[in-house]
């Protein structure tokens, strides 16, 4: 009987709103202390949804390793609601055959490690025209926005990968790509009423409503454009078919096996575009900020790139493997800002028990990457910014080792990894490689404001400045 079952321990919360209270503009951090408080399986209340928050890496295994497939599902979520074609897409689609083959095809068809090695070409056109152009920066000593220049590459790399060709701000909206995908990822990531109390949606108390409707109108339109530019190319490029090429004629087949229509192909490329932008964009410009706040790091990682590249050339993809104390400050970096602190919520489908807790059936799970990265049970001095701890330390981040999951683990995990990986590595090596960065003038290391904005992608809360000075001996 209900009576015997031992819930998780947590704060008490208010009368029917329950634990909305107690989250502040940084939920990850107020997470984490309540945990510290009540443990790391903790039971909230969010109105009437259960919620668990889980921050110690045993029960991170637990959730998505050991009862991985009770853990498999996504909780409703209106902005996936409203911006995904009612929860069409592959990050909060719930578990399901629909959620398994998109997934599938997706892997297949652009993560898989074949195709990310076909998309080299491209990678390595595009980081020449961005080092080009912060050699021209250098020369005239200027004050680089190096956050935008990151930003405009990633979604450079993205476009051409996933649609084929780039498409420019103007494209998209006057405000750009990076402001709407940063506002889609702030709005996404909201404690939203409106999942938990069904009739209070319609009431916009958080002014989230308004919100979605200006952004989905926008990517509509958007992504409208950009499947009718593949319908009118149709058969022009045989043999050259990309990813939206893919997705279109599986759909017109008919023989997908499940529902697939255009409002399919459009959530599916909204998702690919926010996490496969976003989220590489914002571990990157999170290692320069370290790198420029910590100068003997960067001037190690200098030496090793000098080492293994030497100076009369740029870094290559096929020197990566090579580059141990990039992979070192890789790993420290998406340690102390996992870009996805909360991960994506999970949502149990069956009753289940972690460490003698008993959690219902459909109870929102919150695993905070960000607090595991950051116990100083596991770490010492969590705070500091030391890649050296991870040299001859076999704690990788791929989800084999739950005390460093900024990628998830398991079925929900990020399907992305390789590719995002791959990317992070090549940029930040490029980066520290062909240039010193000064910071500009009055500036010292320890000044960089190292301010977080909460979002499902929780980037820099300023953006990185600083100077170029060209290194490498070839011009
Ligand atoms: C540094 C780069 C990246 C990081 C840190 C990252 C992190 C994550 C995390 C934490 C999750 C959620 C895991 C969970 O819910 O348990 C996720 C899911 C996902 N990521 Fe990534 N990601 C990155 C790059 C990418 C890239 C490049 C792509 C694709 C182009 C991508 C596509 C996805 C998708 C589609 C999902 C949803 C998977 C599902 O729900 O089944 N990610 N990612």
Not at 65 to 92: C, G, I, W
Not at 338 to 359: A, N, R
Not at 369 to 385: E, L, Q, T, V
Request: glycine share 6%.
């Amino acid at each position: 009987p209900n009576n015997q079952k031992k819930l998780p321990p947590g704060p008490r919360g208010l009368p029917i709103l329950g634990h909305f209270h107690l989250l502040g503009k940084n939920p990850h951090v107020d997470l984490c202390n309540l945990a510290r408080k009540h443990g790391p399986v903790m039971g909230l209340r969010f109105g009437p949804v259960p919620a668990v928050v889980v921050s110690s890496p045993a029960v991170a295994e637990l959730v998505l390793k050991t009862h991985d497939l009770v853990f498999a599902s996504r909780p409703p979520h209106d902005a996936a609601r409203q911006l995904s074609y009612e929860q069409r897409n592959l990050v909060f689609g719930p578990y399901g055959p629909y959620w398994r083959n998109m997934r599938k095809l997706c892997t297949l068809q652009l993560l898989s490690n074949f195709k990310i090695d076909q998309f080299r070409p491209v990678r390595k056109a595009e980081v020449w025209l961005l080092v080009n152009s912060l050699k021209h920066a250098a020369e005239g000593r200027e004050n680089v926005d190096l956050s935008a220049a990151i930003s405009a590459v990633n979604g450079d790399m993205n476009c051409l990968m996933i649609l084929g060709r780039k498409y420019s701000d103007g494209d998209l909206d006057e405000e750009g790509f990076k402001a709407l995908f940063m506002e889609t990822v702030d709005v996404a990531a909201q404690f939203n009423l409106a999942d938990f109390f069904p009739y209070v949606g319609s009431l916009d108390l958080q002014g989230l409503n308004r919100r979605m409707k200006r952004l989905s109108k926008v990517f509509d339109g958007f992504l409208e454009k950009i499947i009718e530019d593949h319908v009118m190319k149709r058969g022009e490029e045989k043999g050259n078919e990309d990813f939206v090429d893919t997705m279109m004629a599986i759909m017109e087949s008919g023989e997908a096996g499940f529902e697939f229509d255009r409002r399919h192909i459009k959530a599916v490329l909204l998702d690919l575009l926010i996490a496969g932008t976003d989220t590489s964009a914002t571990a990157i410009e999170w290692a320069m900020s370290e790198l420029m706040k910590h100068p003997a790091v960067m001037k190690k990682l200098q030496q090793e790139l000098e080492s293994v590249v030497g100076l009369d050339q740029m870094v290559d993809e096929s020197h990566l493997n090579k580059l141990e104390y990039l992979e070192c400050v890789v790993k420290e970096v998406l340690r102390l800002h996992p870009v996805v602190p909360l991960l994506i919520p999970h949502e149990s489908m069956e009753d289940c028990e972690l460490q003698g807790f008993y959690i219902t059936k459909k109870s929102r799970v919150i695993v905070n990457a960000w607090a595991i990265g950051r116990d100083p049970d596991i770490w010492a001095n969590p705070d500091s910014f030391t890649p050296e701890r991870f040299i001859d330390n076999e704690i990788d981040l791929r989800g084999r080792h739950f005390e460093l999951i900024p990628f998830g683990s398991g079925r929900r995990g990020c399907p992305g990894l390789q590719l995002g990986l791959t990317v992070v590595k090549l940029l930040v090596a490029q980066l520290a490689h062909c240039f010193d960065w000064e910071l500009p003038i009055g500036m010292k290391p320890d000044d960089i404001d190292m301010s977080d904005h909460f979002g499902l992608v929780t980037a820099r809360a300023k953006h990185l400045m600083a100077i170029p000075k060209y290194r490498l001996h070839v011009s």
